[in-house]
């Protein structure tokens, strides 16, 4: 089994492969090579810019005497009509890098567009927007960085980095109480410092797993409506910070977050974020 990921870098040469194979033939047959350019990203929606960074790095992967000025930056809002860059080149390296740069830029905007709309949602609150795992294979570090960028926060990054106990691993053990001696266990003969999250179906769930409040760092409370969010952070009573996931809305988030949810962990910021409209206009100079 591969045990590490090539860097993103490599990745996006293997995207790039992917779309030119062997050669840009239509961009060939005008002679494009033979002709400088300028390519002109053009915001044609409202929304929060993501994705310049890599765009950069995308052109210079295929050539390194591009340059590009930027208008605007990650994390900017941007608004139709707004040039976010101007990149200067070859125009055969322009017309190749084109449709990568796009979908990135398109991608990774959309996303964090997506998550600044539920960070405002709860903004006054103490809830802070949490990403998942649900993320596109291979591209997940980009798209955590997006959510990076519209003011969220990202949760783990794989089965790695966080023991998060669900509710396969309690039913799997036979109770809560079970599934967290277990991954004490095994933290303390791996000497793992990776923090423990213990998702939680009911009040009686709670009430084992706060027998080891002060061995867990949080609690996750699935698919809870908000009134019984409430109820649970009032039982709770400050002993462990609290998080709920499971049919998260922008129309529900602000009232989960009033009901005493530090953490709101949604999904479909990564994985329903409708791609912001975005062009690329190359022309000759």
């Known amino acids: 089994m591969i045990r590490t990921l090539p860097p993103i870098e490599t990745l996006l040469e293997w995207a790039l492969l992917e779309d030119l194979g062997d050669q840009d033939i239509t961009s060939a047959a005008i002679s494009a090579q033979s002709k400088q350019a300028v390519g002109r990203c053009i915001i044609k929606d409202t929304g929060i810019l993501a994705g310049v960074y890599w765009a950069k790095k995308v052109y210079g992967i295929i050539d390194k005497s591009v340059?590009?000025?930027?208008?605007?930056?990650?994390?900017?809002?941007?608004?139709?009509?707004?040039?976010?860059?101007?990149?200067?080149?070859?125009?055969?390296?322009?017309?190749?890098?084109?449709?990568?740069?796009?979908?990135?830029?398109?991608?990774?905007?959309?996303?964090?567009?997506?998550?600044?709309?539920?960070?405002?949602?709860?903004?006054?609150?103490?809830?802070?927007?949490?990403?998942?795992?649900?993320?596109?294979?291979?591209?997940?570090?980009?798209?955590?960085?997006?959510?990076?960028?519209?003011?969220?926060?990202?949760?783990?990054?794989?089965?790695?980095?966080?023991?998060?106990?669900?509710?396969?691993?309690?039913?799997?053990?036979?109770?809560?109480?079970?599934?967290?001696?277990?991954?004490?266990?095994?933290?303390?003969?791996h000497q793992k410092e990776s923090p423990i999250v213990v998702e939680v179906r009911n009040l009686p769930e709670i009430a084992e797993a706060l027998q080891y409040a002060n061995e867990i760092d949080r609690l996750l409370l699935d698919n809870f409506r908000p009134e019984q969010v409430a109820r649970a952070v009032e039982y709770i009573g400050g002993r462990l910070p609290v998080e709920v996931s499971g049919g998260i809305t922008l129309e529900n988030a602000r009232a989960y977050a009033e009901a005493g949810a530090r953490y709101l962990s949604a999904g479909s910021i990564t994985h329903s974020a409708r791609s912001l409209d975005i062009s690329l206009k190359i022309l000759s100079i």
């Open 67 to 189: 340059t590009i000025k930027e208008h605007l930056s990650d994390g900017d809002l941007c608004e139709m009509g707004n040039v976010a860059f101007e990149v200067y080149g070859n125009a055969y390296t322009l017309l190749v890098g084109e449709r990568l740069v796009l979908n990135l830029l398109q991608r990774l905007s959309g996303i964090a567009t997506l998550t600044r709309r539920y960070v405002e949602a709860v903004a006054g609150t103490p809830c802070e927007v949490l990403d998942t795992r649900k993320t596109t294979p291979l591209w997940r570090a980009l798209e955590k960085w997006a959510v990076q960028q519209g003011g969220g926060k990202n949760h783990r990054m794989g089965l790695y980095d966080q023991f998060l106990i669900k509710d396969n691993h309690i039913d799997l053990c036979g109770g809560v109480a079970q599934a967290i001696e277990a991954v004490l266990q095994f933290r303390l003969h």
